[in-house]
C-alpha cells in the first residue's frame, strides 16, 4: 500500500486547485475546500516522509504513463523524504492560515479561483520535483512549480511593480532552469557510454565512465541552476522582488519551501547523482565563498529595508547561504576524507534547511497577518502592535528568536552545529584550509549577530513602541485558523530546539544514505545531551538551557514580584518625557550605524533638505534616504545592456518580409539534409 | 611538530616571532609617523632579542654581535634618525589619512596566509627547529611592501624599506642561524647610509616640491594630462 | 555512585551561586581601585550590595506605553547570565554544570540578553531607548566575530570548546608559552570590556546622552527590575573576568573535588581576579572614551589581534 503514499499528496493538491475552479459558483465552498485538500495532502506527505526517514525505506513506483520506453519513475529515499516532510508542515500551516488568510480576496477584482488554482499546482510541482526519479519528471515537476509561482507573484497583477518583479523572476527561473536541463543532460549522456533516452535517476547513479572533468562541469551547471533558484549571491536580485509581492501564505511557501527544493535539487545532483569522490575539493571552497557572501550580503541588506516583507525576503538569502557553507564544509571534509566530519556538517545543513522552512514560514505568516490587520508593509508607519495584536506579536517573537539563532530555539541548533564541524579543522592537510575555515565561521558569527541586529529592528520598530500610524492603531485580532497556524509553526520552533538529540538520530539516515557514515556520538550521554563529536570536546544540553531560565525566571518573580510595589507612570526618558510617536527611534535611525560602518556594500542615495527660517531655525527638514542593491548596476543592468546589443545586432534579419523567412528554412533545410549524408 | 614539546627558549622564540610579526601589522594600521617609527623601533629591539635567543640555544656565538649590531642600530640609532628627521621638518603632528586601515589589515593576514603557502616547500628543506618562522619573515617582508604602497608620505615609506630589510634578517636568522659576519656587517652599514641618503633625500624633496607627500611627483610626469 | 552524582551537581549549584554572590563583590574592588588611582577615598567594596539592597525595596515605576516583554525582560536577563554562571568554571573544573553548554552556547547566552534587554529598551518608546538598543546591537555585532575567533584559537589548541575540558588540557600540558594564546587573551579583554561596557567603548559611571550605550537601554527600568539588570550585568563581568583569568592561567583550580583543592581554588581564583581588577582599573583610567565610531576600529583590532593568534597556532605552532 505504501508505494501509494507517493502519489497521494501530489493528487490531493492538484485536486485542491481543480476545486478552487468553482470560485464562480461558490467562492468560500470552494476556498475551504482547496486548503482542505491542501492540508490533507500536506499532512499525507509529512506522514510518508517521516515513513521514510524512520522506517528507512525507500518507496518507489513506476508508473505506466508518458512514452513506451520512458515510465514515468517515482522515488521517495530519505534526503526528498526530509524535504516531503518540510512540504508537507509548511502547506498544512499554510492551508490554516489561508482559509482565514485569503477571505478578503474574494470580494476583490482578482477573485479567488487563480490564486486557488495556482497555489494547487504549484505545491503539486514542489512534490513532484521530489518524487521525481528521472530527469523528465524533475524537469516537469519543476517547470510548473516555477510558472505556477510566477502566476502567484503576478497574483495581484494590477501593480506594475508586481508585474515587473513576475517578469524577472520568469526570466530568472528559466535561465536557472536551462542550466538544469544541461545538467542533467551531462549526466544521462556522458554516464553510459552509449546515449540512451531514459534520463533515469539510477542510469545517472551508475557514473563508472563519467569523467571527473564532466562531472565538475555538471555541478556548475546545477550550482548555476539550483544557486539561481535558491537566491544565492550574486544572482539573489529577483528574490526580494518576488516573494514579498506575492500573498502572505505563497511567500511562506516559496522562502520557506521553494527554496529548499532547490537546495534538494542540488543535494541531488551533487551528493547522490554524481560521485562526490570525483568531484575537486575546491569545490569546497566555491560553495563556502558564495555561502559567505550570500550570508553576509544578504543579512547587510536585510538591515536596511524598512519593508516587512522585503526584509524577510533578503534574510532568506542569508540563510541560504548559511546551509551552502554547511554543504561548502561537507564537500571539502568529504574530498580530504573525513566522513565522519563531512557527515555532521551535511546534519548542520540538513537541520538548518529544516529550522529557515519552519520559522521562515512562521514569520511570513505572522507578517501576512500583520499585512491583513493594518493593510501596512512600512515598519515605519507600524508600532505598538504588541498590544494590538498580542498573539501574533508573541509568535513572531518566537520566530524572531529562532531565525536570530538563540537559544534554546531551533536556529541555534543547526547554527552550533556548523560552528562545531568547522572548529574540526585539526586533522586537515592543508594548512590554508585549517585558517580559512575558522574565518568563515567568524563570517557565520558576524551574520548571526548581524540577524540579531535586523530582527531587533524589526521587531522593535513594528511590535514595540508606540503606532505610528491610524491604521496600525486601529489594529485588531485576527480570526483563530490564522493563530492555529502561527501557533503550530512557533510550537515545532521550540520542539525542534529543545530534542535535537531526537532530530538528529531522525535525519542521521540522510548522510548514512549520502555518505556512508553516520554520527556515533551525537547521544552518547543520553537524550538530554546533544555531544556532535563526542562528549569531551563539545556538548549542549537544550532543555536543561530552557529549564534553568524558567526556574530562575519563576523564583524571581516569586521573590521579588510584588503588584502593591509598582506604579504605572509616563515614560522618563532621562527627564525629557512627553515623547510622541514621531519621536520615537525610526527603522532608518536603527540601522544607521551599520549603514555608516558597512558603507560601501550599499548603493546609498541621502539626501537632506532643510528650509530655514529669517531667524536661522529650521521650518522644514526633508529627509530622502534610498538604498539599492549593488548588483543590479554592476552584474544585471550591464547584462541586460548586452543582451540588448546583441539582439539589435541580430534584427536586421528580420526583414519583415515573408519570401525572406521562407528562404532561411529552405537554406536550413538544404544545411542539414548536406549534413547527414 | 607540536610545540608544548619543545624547550621554553624554543617556545620563547616564537612568541617573539609572533611580536614581531604583529608590530609590522601595527605599522600598517598606524597613522602618527611618530608611531610608526615607535613602533619600528621595537620592531628591532625585538629582532635583537630573538637573535640573541637563537644565539643562546645554538650556541652560535657570532649572532650575539649581529643582535647587538641590531640593536643599536635599528632600535636606537635609525629610529633616532628619522625623528630628528621628521622633527626638523616639522612633521610631527602630521597624521597620514588611512583610506581602510580594516580592509588592509585583512589583505595584510591574507598575505600572511598567502606566505605560508609559499613557504611550505622552503620549509621542508630546514632542519632547524625555528623553521616554522620562514613564512612569518616572508610574512614580514611582504606586509612592508604593503606598507609602502598604501603610503604617501615619504618617510613612511623609508620606514617600510627598513622594515622589509627587518624582514630579511629574520628570514636568515631563523632558516640559517645568519648570514656570515661579513655580510651581515656589509648589509648593517648599507642600511646607516640608506638612512642618511634618505635624509638628504627628504629635503631635496621638500624644498623642491614643497612637500613629501609622493603623489604630489605625479606632476613630474613628462606628458601634458590636459 | 547516585550519591557522588548528587554531591556533584549540589557542588556545582554551590560554585554558582558563590559567582553570583561574589559578582557584586569584583565590581567594588574594581571601583575601589579606580578611585585610589584617582585619588580619591574608595567607597566601601560592600558599597554594590547596598545599592542591590536599595533597589529590591524600592517600588517599580512601569512607563505607561510598557508591555508584558518589558516587565519580563530583567527576569530573563538575570536568568540567562545565572545559567552563564553556572557554566564557567570558577573554583573546579569537573563539574556536571559545564557541560549544559560550551564556549559558543556561553556567547549565545549572552546574545540572548542582549537581544532581550534591547527590545525591552524600545518598548516604552523613547527616542533613548531606540538609541541604546541600536548602538548595543551595533557594538555586539562586531564584537561577536572577535569573541568567537578568540575562543576557536584556544579550542583549536585543546580541540574542545568545553571550557572545562580546555583548562583541564592546559593544566595536563604546563606552562607552554603559546604566542597564540598571547594574541587569543588580549583580544578576548579587548572583547570583553566592549561587551561588558567598560571605557573606552562605555562609560559605566555617566550618564551623558549622546556617549551612553548600555546605560540608555536601561533607562526606564527602576526599582527590583534595575536591580535585577544591574545584578545581570555585575554577573556579566564576573563571567568575563573568570572565563580570561582562567582560560589563560589556569592554575590553582580545583581538578579534583577535595576540600583541600577546593580551598586553593577560591584562593586562587579570587586572587587571579583581584589582579585582573587592578589592571582593569589602569587601563580605564590611562585611556579616554573613544567616539562611537570609533569603536568598529576598536573591535575590529581586538578581531585582528584574535585572528593573528589563529594564525600563529597555525604556521607556527602546528606547522
Same mark, same amino acid.
Given at each position: 500500500?505504501?508505494?501509494?503514499?507517493?502519489?497521494?499528496?501530489?493528487?490531493?493538491?492538484?485536486?485542491?486547485?481543480?476545486?478552487?475552479?468553482?470560485?464562480?459558483?461558490?467562492?468560500?465552498?470552494?476556498?475551504?475546500?482547496?486548503?482542505?485538500?491542501?492540508?490533507?495532502g500536506g499532512i499525507v506527505a509529512a506522514y510518508t516522509g517521516f515513513y521514510v526517514l524512520i522506517e528507512h525505506q525507500i518507496l518507489t513506483q513506476d508508473i505506466m504513463l508518458g512514452l513506451p520506453w520512458m515510465h514515468w519513475h517515482l522515488r521517495l529515499d530519505?534526503?526528498?523524504?526530509?524535504?516531503?516532510?518540510?512540504?508537507?508542515?509548511?502547506?498544512?500551516?499554510?492551508s490554516v492560515f489561508g482559509i482565514g488568510y485569503t477571505r478578503e480576496f474574494e470580494s476583490t477584482a482578482y477573485g479567488f479561483m487563480p490564486l486557488g488554482f495556482f497555489t494547487g499546482l504549484f505545491v503539486a510541482g514542489m512534490l513532484g520535483v521530489l518524487i521525481a526519479d528521472d530527469a523528465l519528471i524533475f524537469m516537469i515537476g519543476w517547470e510548473i512549480m516555477s510558472l505556477a509561482s510566477y502566476f502567484l507573484v503576478t497574483f495581484q497583477h494590477t501593480q506594475a511593480a508586481n508585474r515587473s518583479a513576475g517578469f524577472l523572476y520568469l526570466l530568472m527561473a528559466h535561465l536557472g532552469g536551462l542550466a538544469i536541463?544541461?545538467?542533467?543532460?551531462?549526466?544521462?549522456?556522458?554516464?553510459?557510454?552509449?546515449?540512451?533516452?531514459?534520463?533515469?535517476?539510477?542510469?545517472?547513479r551508475d557514473h563508472s565512465n563519467i569523467t571527473p572533468l564532466w562531472a565538475n562541469i555538471a555541478v556548475g551547471l546545477s550550482l548555476f541552476g539550483f544557486g539561481m533558484k535558491a537566491g544565492l549571491v550574486p544572482a539573489h536580485a529577483w528574490l526580494p522582488e518576488a516573494h514579498p509581492?506575492?500573498?502572505?501564505?505563497?511567500?511562506?511557501?516559496?522562502?520557506?519551501?521553494?527554496?529548499?527544493?532547490?537546495?534538494?535539487?542540488?543535494?541531488?545532483?551533487?551528493?547522490?547523482?554524481?560521485?562526490?569522490?570525483?568531484?575537486?575539493?575546491?569545490?569546497?571552497?566555491?560553495?563556502?565563498?558564495?555561502?559567505?557572501?550570500?550570508?553576509?550580503?544578504?543579512?547587510?541588506?536585510?538591515?536596511?529595508?524598512?519593508?516587512?516583507?522585503?526584509?524577510?525576503?533578503?534574510?532568506?538569502?542569508?540563510?541560504?547561504?548559511?546551509?551552502?557553507?554547511?554543504?561548502?564544509?561537507?564537500?571539502?571534509?568529504?574530498?580530504?576524507?573525513?566522513?565522519?566530519?563531512?557527515?555532521?556538517?551535511?546534519?548542520?545543513?540538513?537541520?538548518?534547511?529544516?529550522?529557515?522552512?519552519?520559522?521562515?514560514?512562521?514569520?511570513?505568516?505572522?507578517?501576512?497577518?500583520?499585512?491583513?490587520?493594518?493593510?501596512?508593509?512600512?515598519?515605519?508607519?507600524?508600532?505598538?502592535?504588541?498590544?494590538?495584536?498580542?498573539?501574533?506579536?508573541?509568535?513572531?517573537?518566537?520566530?524572531?528568536?529562532?531565525?536570530?539563532?538563540?537559544?534554546?530555539f531551533n536556529g541555534f541548533v543547526s547554527e552550533w552545529l556548523t560552528f562545531q564541524a568547522a572548529l574540526q579543522t585539526t586533522g586537515l592537510q592543508s594548512g590554508v584550509l585549517r585558517t580559512l575555515i575558522p574565518f568563515s565561521a567568524a563570517l557565520l558569527a558576524l551574520t548571526s549577530a548581524l540577524s540579531a541586529t535586523c530582527f531587533v529592528k524589526l521587531y522593535g520598530t513594528a511590535f514595540l513602541g508606540q503606532p505610528r500610524s491610524k491604521n496600525v492603531r486601529h489594529a485588531h485580532e485576527i480570526d483563530n485558523g490564522m493563530r492555529v497556524a502561527q501557533g503550530f509553526l512557533a510550537l515545532l520552533c521550540l520542539l525542534l530546539g529543545i530534542f535535537p538529540t531526537t532530530v538528529i538520530s531522525v535525519l542521521e539516515a540522510i548522510p548514512h544514505k549520502l555518505i556512508g557514515v553516520e554520527l556515533a556520538n551525537v547521544s552518547a550521554e543520553g537524550w538530554l545531551w546533544l555531544t556532535p563529536i563526542s562528549p569531551g570536546v563539545a556538548s549542549y544540553s537544550a532543555p536543561l538551557v530552557l529549564l534553568s531560565i524558567v526556574t530562575v525566571w519563576g523564583l524571581g518573580y516569586l521573590l521579588l514580584h510584588d503588584p502593591k510595589k509598582s506604579r504605572i507612570s509616563p515614560a522618563w526618558d532621562c527627564g525629557f518625557g512627553g515623547g510622541t510617536p514621531r519621536t520615537q527611534y525610526t527603522a532608518a535611525a536603527f540601522a544607521m550605524p551599520i549603514r555608516r560602518i558597512f558603507k560601501p556594500v550599499w548603493k546609498v542615495k541621502e539626501k537632506i533638505e532643510e528650509q530655514k527660517e529669517i531667524t536661522l531655525h529650521s521650518k522644514r527638514i526633508d529627509y530622502k534616504l534610498e538604498i539599492s542593491d549593488r548588483s543590479w548596476t554592476a552584474l544585471y543592468l550591464p547584462i541586460a545592456a548586452a543582451v540588448n546589443y546583441c539582439a539589435r545586432t541580430l534584427g536586421y534579419i528580420q526583414t519583415g518580409n515573408i519570401r525572406t523567412y521562407l528562404s532561411y528554412s529552405f537554406f536550413t533545410l538544404l544545411f542539414l539534409l548536406w549534413l547527414i549524408t | 611538530m607540536n610545540i608544548a614539546n619543545l624547550s621554553h627558549y624554543e617556545q620563547a622564540i616564537f612568541v617573539l616571532s609572533a611580536l614581531v610579526l604583529y608590530t609590522s601589522f601595527s605599522m600598517l594600521a598606524q597613522s602618527r609617523?611618530?608611531?610608526?617609527?615607535?613602533?619600528?623601533?621595537?620592531?628591532?629591539?625585538?629582532?635583537?632579542?630573538?637573535?640573541?635567543?637563537?644565539?643562546?640555544?645554538?650556541?652560535?656565538?657570532?649572532?650575539? $654581535? =649581529?643582535?647587538? &649590531?641590531?640593536? !643599536? #642600530?635599528? /632600535?636606537? %640609532?635609525?629610529?633616532?634618525?628619522? +625623528?630628528?628627521? *621628521?622633527?626638523?621638518?616639522?612633521?610631527?603632528?602630521?597624521?597620514?589619512?588611512?583610506?581602510?586601515?580594516?580592509?588592509?589589515?585583512?589583505?595584510?593576514?591574507?598575505?600572511?596566509?598567502?606566505?605560508?603557502?609559499?613557504?611550505?616547500?622552503?620549509?621542508?628543506?630546514?632542519?632547524?627547529?625555528?623553521?616554522?618562522? $620562514? =613564512?612569518?619573515? &616572508?610574512?614580514? !617582508? #611582504?606586509? /612592508?611592501? %604593503?606598507?609602502?604602497?598604501?603610503? +604617501?608620505?615619504? *618617510?613612511?615609506?623609508?620606514?617600510?624599506?627598513?622594515?622589509?630589510?627587518?624582514?630579511?634578517f629574520f628570514a636568515a636568522l631563523v632558516s640559517t642561524y645568519g648570514m656570515p659576519m661579513i655580510v651581515e656587517l656589509g648589509i648593517a652599514f648599507d642600511v646607516l647610509v640608506a638612512a642618511v641618503l634618505f635624509g638628504v633625500f627628504f629635503f631635496e624633496m621638500r624644498s623642491s616640491i614643497d612637500s613629501l607627500d609622493v603623489d604630489q611627483m605625479n606632476r613630474l610626469h613628462e606628458v601634458d594630462k590636459r | 555512585m547516585e550519591l557522588s552524582l548528587f554531591a556533584n551537581w549540589f557542588l556545582a549549584g554551590l560554585q554558582t551561586l558563590l559567582l553570583i554572590a561574589l559578582a557584586p563583590l569584583l565590581l567594588g574592588w574594581i571601583r575601589a581601585c579606580k578611585a585610589m588611582l584617582h585619588n580619591h577615598s574608595p567607597a566601601s567594596l560592600w558599597q554594590p550590595y547596598r545599592d542591590l539592597r536599595k533597589f529590591f525595596r524600592k517600588e517599580v515605576v512601569v512607563a505607561d506605553g510598557a508591555s508584558w516583554l518589558f516587565r519580563a525582560t530583567p527576569y530573563i536577563v538575570l536568568g540567562t547570565m545565572i545559567l552563564s554562571a553556572g557554566v564557567v568554571p570558577l573554583v573546579a573544573t569537573d563539574l556536571p554544570t559545564a557541560a549544559i553548554a560550551d564556549v559558543i552556547v556561553l556567547t549565545s547566552f549572552f546574545a540572548l540578553a542582549r537581544f532581550f534587554s534591547a527590545l525591552a529598551a524600545m518598548d516604552t518608546g523613547t527616542a533613548f531607548g531606540g538609541m541604546g538598543a541600536s548602538r548595543e546591537m551595533m557594538l555586539s555585532a562586531l564584537a561577536e566575530p572577535a569573541m568567537l575567533m578568540a575562543v576557536f584559537t584556544l579550542s583549536m589548541t585543546a580541540n574542545t570548546t568545553n571550557l572545562s575540558s580546555t583548562i583541564e588540557y592546559l593544566l595536563q600540558h604546563g606552562l607552554v608559552?603559546?604566542?597564540?594564546?598571547?594574541?587569543?587573551?588580549?583580544?578576548?579583554?579587548?572583547?570583553?570590556?566592549?561587551?561588558?561596557?567598560?571605557?573606552?567603548?562605555?562609560?559605566?559611571?555617566?550618564?551623558?546622552?549622546?556617549?551612553?550605550?548600555?546605560?540608555?537601554?536601561?533607562?526606564?527600568?527602576s526599582g527590583r527590575h534595575l536591580g535585577l539588570i544591574e545584578w545581570a550585568h555585575q554577573i556579566k563581568l564576573m563571567v568575563y573576568g573568570v572565563l580570561i583569568a582562567n582560560l589563560f592561567i589556569p592554575w590553582g583550580i580545583a581538578t579534583t573535588l577535595t576540600p583541600e583543592a577546593l580551598g586553593i581554588g577560591v584562593l586562587a581564583i579570587i586572587g587571579k581576579l583581584m589582579i585582573l581588577g587592578v589592571v582593569l582599573a589602569i587601563y580605564e583610567t590611562t585611556l579616554a572614551k573613544l567616539r562611537l565610531f570609533r569603536a568598529p576600529d576598536y573591535l575590529s583590532f581586538a578581531f585582528l589581534l584574535s585572528l593573528l593568534g589563529m594564525l600563529s597556532h597555525v604556521i607556527l605552532e602546528v606547522g
Amino acid at each position: 500500500m505504501s508505494s501509494y503514499l507517493l502519489s497521494i499528496p501530489v493528487i490531493c493538491a492538484l485536486l485542491s486547485s481543480v476545486i478552487s475552479l468553482g470560485a464562480k459558483q461558490s467562492a468560500r465552498v470552494a476556498r475551504i475546500g482547496s486548503f482542505l485538500l491542501l492540508g490533507i495532502g500536506g499532512i499525507v506527505a509529512a506522514y510518508t516522509g517521516f515513513y521514510v526517514l524512520i522506517e528507512h525505506q525507500i518507496l518507489t513506483q513506476d508508473i505506466m504513463l508518458g512514452l513506451p520506453w520512458m515510465h514515468w519513475h517515482l522515488r521517495l529515499d530519505m534526503l526528498s523524504a526530509l524535504f516531503f516532510i518540510i512540504i508537507g508542515v509548511v502547506s498544512c500551516a499554510a492551508s490554516v492560515f489561508g482559509i482565514g488568510y485569503t477571505r478578503e480576496f474574494e470580494s476583490t477584482a482578482y477573485g479567488f479561483m487563480p490564486l486557488g488554482f495556482f497555489t494547487g499546482l504549484f505545491v503539486a510541482g514542489m512534490l513532484g520535483v521530489l518524487i521525481a526519479d528521472d530527469a523528465l519528471i524533475f524537469m516537469i515537476g519543476w517547470e510548473i512549480m516555477s510558472l505556477a509561482s510566477y502566476f502567484l507573484v503576478t497574483f495581484q497583477h494590477t501593480q506594475a511593480a508586481n508585474r515587473s518583479a513576475g517578469f524577472l523572476y520568469l526570466l530568472m527561473a528559466h535561465l536557472g532552469g536551462l542550466a538544469i536541463l544541461l545538467a542533467f543532460g551531462i549526466l544521462a549522456g556522458m554516464g553510459s557510454g552509449e546515449f540512451n533516452f531514459d534520463f533515469s535517476f539510477n542510469d545517472m547513479r551508475d557514473h563508472s565512465n563519467i569523467t571527473p572533468l564532466w562531472a565538475n562541469i555538471a555541478v556548475g551547471l546545477s550550482l548555476f541552476g539550483f544557486g539561481m533558484k535558491a537566491g544565492l549571491v550574486p544572482a539573489h536580485a529577483w528574490l526580494p522582488e518576488a516573494h514579498p509581492v506575492a500573498p502572505s501564505h505563497i511567500s511562506a511557501l516559496m522562502s520557506g519551501v521553494m527554496l529548499k527544493v532547490a537546495i534538494y535539487g542540488f543535494m541531488r545532483v551533487t551528493f547522490d547523482l554524481v560521485s562526490t569522490l570525483s568531484l575537486h575539493w575546491s569545490w569546497g571552497v566555491v560553495l563556502i565563498s558564495i555561502g559567505g557572501a550570500s550570508a553576509l550580503l544578504g543579512i547587510l541588506y536585510a538591515l536596511m529595508q524598512n519593508d516587512l516583507k522585503r526584509l524577510l525576503a533578503y534574510s532568506s538569502i542569508e540563510n541560504v547561504g548559511i546551509i551552502f557553507i554547511s554543504l561548502g564544509l561537507c564537500l571539502l571534509f568529504h574530498s580530504q576524507n573525513r566522513p565522519a566530519l563531512a557527515s555532521l556538517a551535511m546534519i548542520a545543513a540538513l537541520y538548518h534547511i529544516l529550522n529557515h522552512s519552519i520559522f521562515k514560514s512562521l514569520l511570513f505568516l505572522s507578517a501576512g497577518a500583520v499585512l491583513h490587520n493594518t493593510h501596512e508593509r512600512n515598519l515605519e508607519q507600524m508600532g505598538g502592535l504588541i498590544r494590538r495584536v498580542p498573539y501574533t506579536a508573541f509568535f513572531f517573537l518566537i520566530g524572531s528568536l529562532s531565525i536570530a539563532a538563540l537559544p534554546p530555539f531551533n536556529g541555534f541548533v543547526s547554527e552550533w552545529l556548523t560552528f562545531q564541524a568547522a572548529l574540526q579543522t585539526t586533522g586537515l592537510q592543508s594548512g590554508v584550509l585549517r585558517t580559512l575555515i575558522p574565518f568563515s565561521a567568524a563570517l557565520l558569527a558576524l551574520t548571526s549577530a548581524l540577524s540579531a541586529t535586523c530582527f531587533v529592528k524589526l521587531y522593535g520598530t513594528a511590535f514595540l513602541g508606540q503606532p505610528r500610524s491610524k491604521n496600525v492603531r486601529h489594529a485588531h485580532e485576527i480570526d483563530n485558523g490564522m493563530r492555529v497556524a502561527q501557533g503550530f509553526l512557533a510550537l515545532l520552533c521550540l520542539l525542534l530546539g529543545i530534542f535535537p538529540t531526537t532530530v538528529i538520530s531522525v535525519l542521521e539516515a540522510i548522510p548514512h544514505k549520502l555518505i556512508g557514515v553516520e554520527l556515533a556520538n551525537v547521544s552518547a550521554e543520553g537524550w538530554l545531551w546533544l555531544t556532535p563529536i563526542s562528549p569531551g570536546v563539545a556538548s549542549y544540553s537544550a532543555p536543561l538551557v530552557l529549564l534553568s531560565i524558567v526556574t530562575v525566571w519563576g523564583l524571581g518573580y516569586l521573590l521579588l514580584h510584588d503588584p502593591k510595589k509598582s506604579r504605572i507612570s509616563p515614560a522618563w526618558d532621562c527627564g525629557f518625557g512627553g515623547g510622541t510617536p514621531r519621536t520615537q527611534y525610526t527603522a532608518a535611525a536603527f540601522a544607521m550605524p551599520i549603514r555608516r560602518i558597512f558603507k560601501p556594500v550599499w548603493k546609498v542615495k541621502e539626501k537632506i533638505e532643510e528650509q530655514k527660517e529669517i531667524t536661522l531655525h529650521s521650518k522644514r527638514i526633508d529627509y530622502k534616504l534610498e538604498i539599492s542593491d549593488r548588483s543590479w548596476t554592476a552584474l544585471y543592468l550591464p547584462i541586460a545592456a548586452a543582451v540588448n546589443y546583441c539582439a539589435r545586432t541580430l534584427g536586421y534579419i528580420q526583414t519583415g518580409n515573408i519570401r525572406t523567412y521562407l528562404s532561411y528554412s529552405f537554406f536550413t533545410l538544404l544545411f542539414l539534409l548536406w549534413l547527414i549524408t | 611538530m607540536n610545540i608544548a614539546n619543545l624547550s621554553h627558549y624554543e617556545q620563547a622564540i616564537f612568541v617573539l616571532s609572533a611580536l614581531v610579526l604583529y608590530t609590522s601589522f601595527s605599522m600598517l594600521a598606524q597613522s602618527r609617523l611618530f608611531n610608526l617609527i615607535n613602533i619600528f623601533a621595537w620592531q628591532g629591539t625585538l629582532l635583537g632579542i630573538t637573535a640573541a635567543l637563537v644565539a643562546f640555544i645554538s650556541n652560535q656565538p657570532h649572532l650575539y $654581535i =649581529s643582535a647587538l &649590531l641590531t640593536l !643599536v #642600530l635599528k /632600535a636606537w %640609532l635609525i629610529p633616532w634618525m628619522l +625623528r630628528k628627521q *621628521v622633527m626638523r621638518l616639522k612633521l610631527q603632528r602630521e597624521i597620514e589619512t588611512l583610506a581602510t586601515p580594516t580592509l588592509t589589515s585583512l589583505a595584510g593576514v591574507g598575505l600572511v596566509i598567502f606566505s605560508y603557502y609559499i613557504a611550505l616547500p622552503i620549509k621542508s628543506l630546514s632542519n632547524s627547529i625555528t623553521r616554522n618562522t $620562514i =613564512s612569518e619573515s &616572508l610574512a614580514i !617582508v #611582504l606586509l /612592508a611592501m %604593503l606598507l609602502i604602497i598604501t603610503r +604617501r608620505q615619504a *618617510v613612511s615609506q623609508v620606514v617600510g624599506f627598513m622594515a622589509i630589510e627587518n624582514g630579511l634578517f629574520f628570514a636568515a636568522l631563523v632558516s640559517t642561524y645568519g648570514m656570515p659576519m661579513i655580510v651581515e656587517l656589509g648589509i648593517a652599514f648599507d642600511v646607516l647610509v640608506a638612512a642618511v641618503l634618505f635624509g638628504v633625500f627628504f629635503f631635496e624633496m621638500r624644498s623642491s616640491i614643497d612637500s613629501l607627500d609622493v603623489d604630489q611627483m605625479n606632476r613630474l610626469h613628462e606628458v601634458d594630462k590636459r | 555512585m547516585e550519591l557522588s552524582l548528587f554531591a556533584n551537581w549540589f557542588l556545582a549549584g554551590l560554585q554558582t551561586l558563590l559567582l553570583i554572590a561574589l559578582a557584586p563583590l569584583l565590581l567594588g574592588w574594581i571601583r575601589a581601585c579606580k578611585a585610589m588611582l584617582h585619588n580619591h577615598s574608595p567607597a566601601s567594596l560592600w558599597q554594590p550590595y547596598r545599592d542591590l539592597r536599595k533597589f529590591f525595596r524600592k517600588e517599580v515605576v512601569v512607563a505607561d506605553g510598557a508591555s508584558w516583554l518589558f516587565r519580563a525582560t530583567p527576569y530573563i536577563v538575570l536568568g540567562t547570565m545565572i545559567l552563564s554562571a553556572g557554566v564557567v568554571p570558577l573554583v573546579a573544573t569537573d563539574l556536571p554544570t559545564a557541560a549544559i553548554a560550551d564556549v559558543i552556547v556561553l556567547t549565545s547566552f549572552f546574545a540572548l540578553a542582549r537581544f532581550f534587554s534591547a527590545l525591552a529598551a524600545m518598548d516604552t518608546g523613547t527616542a533613548f531607548g531606540g538609541m541604546g538598543a541600536s548602538r548595543e546591537m551595533m557594538l555586539s555585532a562586531l564584537a561577536e566575530p572577535a569573541m568567537l575567533m578568540a575562543v576557536f584559537t584556544l579550542s583549536m589548541t585543546a580541540n574542545t570548546t568545553n571550557l572545562s575540558s580546555t583548562i583541564e588540557y592546559l593544566l595536563q600540558h604546563g606552562l607552554v608559552l603559546r604566542p597564540s594564546f598571547i594574541f587569543a587573551a588580549l583580544g578576548l579583554m579587548m572583547v570583553a570590556i566592549a561587551e561588558t561596557g567598560r571605557i573606552p567603548i562605555d562609560n559605566p559611571s555617566t550618564h551623558l546622552e549622546l556617549t551612553m550605550v548600555h546605560e540608555a537601554m536601561i533607562l526606564e527600568y527602576s526599582g527590583r527590575h534595575l536591580g535585577l539588570i544591574e545584578w545581570a550585568h555585575q554577573i556579566k563581568l564576573m563571567v568575563y573576568g573568570v572565563l580570561i583569568a582562567n582560560l589563560f592561567i589556569p592554575w590553582g583550580i580545583a581538578t579534583t573535588l577535595t576540600p583541600e583543592a577546593l580551598g586553593i581554588g577560591v584562593l586562587a581564583i579570587i586572587g587571579k581576579l583581584m589582579i585582573l581588577g587592578v589592571v582593569l582599573a589602569i587601563y580605564e583610567t590611562t585611556l579616554a572614551k573613544l567616539r562611537l565610531f570609533r569603536a568598529p576600529d576598536y573591535l575590529s583590532f581586538a578581531f585582528l589581534l584574535s585572528l593573528l593568534g589563529m594564525l600563529s597556532h597555525v604556521i607556527l605552532e602546528v606547522g
